[in-house]
């Protein structure tokens, strides 16, 4: 059984968290209250949009892929500007965060490489509307719409 999947919710979700994560290492907060769950979100941000990210890659079919890569695609951009704040310490409470920062630069490679793919797949999908799929010609067109002649003499 298939399972359906959000796209649209969830990485509005993500972006929403990624800005509201942003917002809350701008303020003087104490790192002995947060920096668990801020590292705990750096960390969750970083694994679910690779892995929305893959699903989509994986979904050549799906109706709306090209709106859900350029939406992802935003989040993406959101999450490396957060990264690129925290390592060239533009946010106060980066200066709490210097122990993760050789692995926020490895994801942050990692997130430049799939907004790579992204625009890659974004290119392909504008020049082939359906990829794989088979292009009927107008006259093969014409022909399947039209039938069989005898249909209209059986209705009269």
Known sequence: MTKKIHYDD?????DTMIKTVKSGLSLDIDPEYFIDKVIEDLLFLDGTLL???SSL???LYLLKRAEYLRSLLRGEKN???LVDAILEKKIPFS?????LFDKLRTLRAEHLQACQEMKRLLTESREEPYPGADVISPTEFHLLLKGDGNQEERET
């Open 10 to 14: 969830n990485i509005f979700f993500l």
């Open 51 to 53: 892995l929305i990210f």
């Open 57 to 59: 890659k994986g979904n």
């Open 79 to 81: 999450f490396l500007d």
């Open 95 to 99: 200066e709490h965060l210097t122990p």
